[in-house]
């Protein structure tokens, strides 16, 4: 017999991102984090071979990296305009976590859903921040897929990649609705 919680369901089905540019300080403390992140660390994980990491990004690191994300959008011959949002994620923040897909070798577990498992743990690590009262983003952007930029700037390992970004901190705005999904649209029932 199911044992409903109903304000679980009822958070997921009016949970809405917050755009990076309405947050803003005070963010989570490092304790406060934790649970977040321990959360976050409950994601589904074929074969437990925790292929994701996180990196905790505070204000100083996010200020060096806006600045390592406008050299490296000039060396990528990036539009100025492209540079300056991208630089404005970093610049404006004060908390951002980042969420490394790290694929372990694994002859039961292929690659893809290990990074499928990273995906899970974005969105858990988002879902968290909202239910603990932040305001949250998920981001990525063009900088998160450069190897020169998440090997400089972030330490990554060759074989790792950026699953996503989170932005954390205090909203400063209600955030805007947008129009959802059609179910009767991506939805096909299979009854035999």
């Given at each position: ?20 540019k ?16 321990t ?43 492209a ?48 239910a ?12 998160s ?30 955030p ?17």
């Amino acid at each position: 017999m199911p044992d409903p919680r109903p304000e679980v369901l009822d958070f997921l089905l009016s949970r809405r991102s917050r755009p990076s540019k309405t947050l803003a300080g005070p963010v989570p403390s490092r304790a406060g984090l934790m649970p977040i992140l321990t959360a976050a660390a409950r994601s589904p994980d074929h074969g437990k071979l925790e292929p994701w990491r996180f990196v905790v990004l505070e204000k100083p690191a996010l200020h060096r990296l806006a600045g390592l994300v406008r050299t490296r959008g000039a060396a990528l011959g990036k539009t100025p305009e492209a540079i300056d949002k991208a630089a404005k994620h970093y610049e404006h923040g004060g908390l951002a976590v980042v969420v490394i897909a790290s694929p372990k070798p694994s002859d039961k577990v292929p690659e893809i859903e290990q990074f499928y498992s990273a995906g899970a743990v974005c969105l858990a690590l988002l879902n968290a921040a909202l239910a603990s009262g932040w305001g949250a983003n998920w981001l990525s952007g063009w900088a998160s897929h450069d190897r020169i930029f998440v090997a400089e700037g972030l330490g990554l390992a060759p074989h790792e990649k950026v699953a996503g970004i989170i932005h954390i901190g205090t909203e400063t705005a209600p955030p805007p609705e947008r129009p959802r999904p059609d179910l009767d649209a991506i939805t096909q029932w299979v009854a035999e």
